[in-house]
């Protein structure tokens, strides 16, 4: 099962990517931001880091990158993509998802361990957790207040678009909307989140629950390549 | 072909929380003014557009502005020929 | 008046040299190197180059005495970074280093600029930046212009780190007055190479192609590191704005990404990044390291500015650049590498056999000569610029003060004006709550949350309770790191404090079962031409000397930092010391929390105690009777390895050394940091803040199984350790009761016969830490 995880100039979470992939049973792939060629991968991973240094606006000019038009024509095959932290603004910025992710209210950097209710376990990137158990993972991030206008806050919760929320008792770190920390599109094959399931893949690192978000990935490649 | 100058400025939308702005704001009494209010942050970019006239540079910079320089979910922007650059 | 009367009343031009920086000595010693006068561009570069930031004129003598040969050691003294073999063909690089000055004039940059510097130095050895450590000292918190430095800094530190990549895990905050004027940013890099990847930063090979990657160069930091680290602070000091340099994490990132994958596909035959005096530095020193010349063809440089002089390109500070010595049959392959990442890679030079730096406007022919037409703007040998730069003796005198003073940084009028203080006396658990909350002990995490401590997924610990500990991925080891400075003695006594950091550093390390590896340091001091602060600086040298030949520490490389007074005064003697240390067997590291209930607790080791210099003084002043505690180097040897080998063993449940606040606050993170309480006994004499809160050294807080203790006190006393059983892990109260003769405070107006007993909820010791800092600091928690 090849999982694809791009590489911008800027991204500094695709290393710990691919071997996270590799982790869950996976054979990684680094994708080059400048070919517009997925190499055969069947699930995608835009990941984490400061691609093109953030710079005009956080996921803005990675989502002009070349690599992001073979991405766009995977997603709308109903290929799984994931975006992670970074992944999930460049994804926000591209419209593959939907809001958009504002400076946190502290205006501060902000790195904490977070814990996280997975609101839906059907989804191809969450059908590896228990239901009712919640996530630990890290955040790293200066701008992932997750923002939409009520009424689409409303329609995204109508049609279950929320898939992690922050929960006590280390709460919201960035001020986000509803606590929302997670979005899937309206498909169910596109998913962004703020938190680094990477980086929590392993207990010697503090936590291996985001191993079950990566296995879920997976597994879920698996069995639509089998279909 | 000409060289047309212009100036995007790009505000967050009304209603859209400021917090930049507002910290700013929030400085200002170390300033000693505290008659400042409404503080708002966003973003100008000046370029520069070689075309056969004022109406198709203005068309291209109406597109990057859409499209990129300003996020239309949370960002309004007004596109200026530019005068004089700030520096 | 005529013009000719006005030419005359005027005062005359002050000289070119003098200008620059340079004295009049200077300059006859340049003369003489050359064999004739220079010229205005050569002078630019004698300058930046023999400035004290860049040449280490008055430093050099006597860092020839700190110990650099060690177990492992392939990269030392002289190189960019210290590297150390670690097995299986893998290498450690690491290394400190400052950026006060710049960091005093724009704290964001300045602490930005800071980080880039060292990870680049970290890269050129052919290693990957994996984890950053940040030493800050500011002076007190509830200064306006010390809050905007410290929130400037922390967030360029971040800013920085966080957008390359690499995690920061660990540092030191201390405020103290002293460093009201001159603050200390001292960043320490650690990266990891495999060692057949190991490149110098040497010029060899003439007729090789000199290369210039990375950003355009500009006119940033013109006389920046070199002129503001070469001079002391005053109100000019803000027209000096424009000179600091400006960052850009992102192209740095690339940077990184292009030089590794160059390094690992063997294109290139010697690596230089460029930091202080730019082009000039990185071309005198590979040349000179080699032995070879290079002739700089300048019109190839990229500019981003227009209308620079050719002195302007030489010595500019522009950040992101490295230079690579490349053979001509590779240059095609560098530049697509280069051009893969996105930056400009361009022949600027050829390296030649004349020993000499050239510089020619006009362009350089196909063989690396001057075209014709072409204009040779200096020239000047290599190793007059560096090895041969111009070397101070300076004078030393001890400064005149009483034995037993108070440290500089204690202000007596603390007693009476800080509100809610104990006064020496008061009750133990009252005087505890107060140093947890004090801001020099208290929960970083204001801090270390704007840093990114995971990316990467190999940090296993970040430094918040001790040293930070990062596993080597496909190996069972783990690499440990921590940084120290002991600076409140070294006020009283500069050799101890800073032989004191060496010991403090390592113990850090050992602690958690890991064995140190090398030392690096950062020395930071006054005016080294006021022989009382240069007096400061060479105990300090003794100091780590002393230090490192007992534990048998290499010191593979580091920085000095002089001129770091102002019209107030200096700062308090501070020698930064780094350490990274080996766990052979990641799973049996050891962390400082308690782990269970009915877990026994000592206190192994023991030293001379003494108050002076410790938190506690500071807080409830120091009498003249006071003395800094002393250190047995002998002994803290010992005690590192009893340590070392009870985690290998598996003896130990926690372990946590004992340094600021003392035994209390050691005790009392264990329980705050575990949630768990404990019950202990301790004896006192007639001065209890001795024992509760004196900062003596070689000592550290263990805690085993009831099953384990017998072993570990008899591992310990196999090696002449003393170990004190003091209490048991239990309940949710930190209580102390005091044994002995004498009374204090206000068991005393009692009459009672001791000193009352310390014992306090945790949940009140956990409250007291996590809101020191952001109430010190004025901020939101």
Known sequence: MRVGVVVFPGSNCDRDALHAVELAGGEPVALWHEEPDLHGAQVVILPGGFAYGDYLRAGVLARFSPVMSAVRDHAARGGLVLGICNGFQVLAEAGLVPGALLRNASLRFEHRWVRLTVERTDTPFTRAVPPGMTLRLPVAHGEGNFFLPEDQLDALEARRGVVFRYAAPEGNPNGSARDIAGVIDARGTVCGLMPHPERAAEPLLGSADGLLLMRSLVGSGLASAAA | MTTFRFVVAVMPRAGILDPQGRAVEGSLPHLQATEVHDVRVGRRIELAVDAADGGSARSIVDRLAAELFANPLIEAWRVEPLEEPVA | ?781
């Open chain 3, 1 to 781: 008046m005529t013009a000719v009367q006005a030419a005359v009343a005027a005062p005359p031009p002050i000289p070119l040299h003098r200008l620059l920086g340079l004295t009049d000595d200077e300059l006859a010693a340049i003369g003489a190197r050359l064999g004739r006068a220079p010229n205005d561009l050569e002078l630019a570069m004698f300058s930046v180059m023999w400035s004290e930031h860049c040449s280490y004129k008055s430093s050099r003598p006597w860092l020839r005495r700190l110990p650099g040969a060690g177990r492992g050691v392939v990269a030392g003294q002289g190189e960019n970074a210290g590297v150390i073999s670690i097995g299986d063909g893998l290498a450690v690089a690491f290394k400190l280093e400052s950026h006060n000055h710049p960091s005093a004039v724009e704290p964001y940059q300045g602490a930005a600029t800071g980080v880039g510097g060292i990870l680049r130095d970290i890269c050129t050895m052919g290693a990957r930046p994996i984890a950053v450590l940040d030493a800050l000292k500011f002076g007190a918190p509830d200064d306006e212009q010390t809050r905007h430095l410290v929130r400037g800094v922390v967030r360029g530190v971040g800013g920085y780190g966080n957008c390359v990549g690499v995690p920061t895990v660990g540092g030191e905050l201390v405020f103290d007055p002293s460093y009201r004027d001159n603050p200390l940013v001292n960043v320490m890099a650690v990266g990891l190479l495999e060692e057949r990847h190991l490149t110098r930063a040497a010029a060899p090979g003439p007729g090789n192609a000199v290369v210039l990657f990375g950003s355009a160069t500009g006119r940033d930091g013109i006389g920046g590191a070199s002129v503001l680290a070469s001079a002391t602070f005053d109100e000019t000091s803000a027209a000096k704005r424009p000179t600091v340099q400006v960052g850009d994490p992102f192209a740095e990132k690339l940077l990184i990404e292009a030089s590794l994958e160059l390094i690992a596909a063997g294109l290139v035959d010697g690596l230089q990044d460029l930091g202080a005096a730019g082009i000039t530095c990185a071309v005198s020193e590979t040349a000179d390291r080699a032995g070879t010349g290079i002739v700089v063809d300048l019109d190839a440089i990229p500019r981003r500015e227009t209308g620079m002089t050719p002195a302007e390109v030489m010595i500019s500070e522009s950040q992101e650049r490295m230079l690579a010595i490349v053979r001509p049959a590779r240059v095609a392959e560098v530049a697509a590498v280069c051009r893969r990442w996105g930056i400009t890679a361009t022949v600027i030079g050829r390296v030649t056999d004349d020993g000499a730096i050239r510089v020619v406007a006009g362009g350089l022919d196909g063989s690396g000569r001057p075209a014709a037409g072409a204009a040779e703007l200096a020239r000047i040998p290599a190793a007059a610029l560096t090895s041969d730069a111009i070397v101070y003796q300076r004078e030393t005198r001890p400064p005149v003060h009483e034995r037993g003073a108070p440290a500089p940084g204690v202000r007596q009028e603390l007693i009476e004006s800080e509100p809610g203080l104990p006064e020496r006396g008061m009750d133990p658990g009252a005087v505890l709550l107060a140093l947890l909350g004090h801001p020099n002990l208290c929960s970083r995490a204001w801090v270390t949350t704007q840093y990114d401590e995971t990316v990467g997924a190999d940090t296993v610990e970040a430094g918040e309770h001790g040293a930070a500990v990062l596993r080597v991925r496909g190996t069972p080891w783990g690499l440990v790191m921590a940084t120290d400075a002991c600076a409140a003695v070294a006020a009283l006594d500069p050799y101890l404090g800073a032989a004191m950091a060496v010991a403090e550093c390592t113990r850090n390390v050992a602690v958690t079962g890991a064995r140190p590896l090398g030392v690096t340091d950062c020395l930071n001091y006054g005016d080294p031409g006021r022989p009382e602060a240069f007096w400061a600086f060479t105990e300090a040298i003794r100091g780590v000397a002393d230090a490192c030949r007992a534990l048998e520490m290499p010191v593979t490389g580091g920085n000095v930092s002089f001129y770091n007074e102002s019209a107030r005064g200096a700062i308090a003697p501070t020698a930064q010391i780094g350490v990274v240390g080996l766990l052979e067997d990641i799973d049996r590291r050891v962390g400082p929390v308690f782990r269970s209930a009915g877990d026994v607790i000592g206190l192994l080791g023991s030293t001379t105690p003494g108050l002076a210099g410790s938190v506690y003084a500071g807080l409830a002043g120091a009498s003249l009777d006071d003395r800094p505690p002393g250190l047995d180097l002998a002994r803290e040897r010992d005690l590192q390895a009893v340590l070392i080998e009870a985690a290998a063993q598996g003896l130990l449940a926690s372990a946590q050394d004992v340094s600021g606040g003392g035994l209390a606050v050691a005790l009392a993170e264990g329980c705050i940091w575990s949630g768990l309480g404990a019950q202990l006994d301790l004896a006192v004499g007639s001065t209890p803040a001795l024992e509760l809160f004196g900062e003596a050294p070689s000592r550290a807080v263990v805690s085993t199984t009831p099953k384990a203790w017998e072993r570990l006190a008899d591992l310990a006393a196999g090696r002449g350790v003393p170990l004190e059983r003091m209490g048991r892990v239990g309940g949710d109260r930190l209580r102390i009761r005091l044994i002995g003769l004498a009374a204090t405070g206000a068991a005393e107006e009692r009459g009672a016969g001791v000193a009352d007993d310390v014992d306090v909820p945790v949940g009140a010791l956990q409250h007291a830490w996590a809101a020191g800092l952001p109430r010190a600091l004025g901020e939101a928690a």
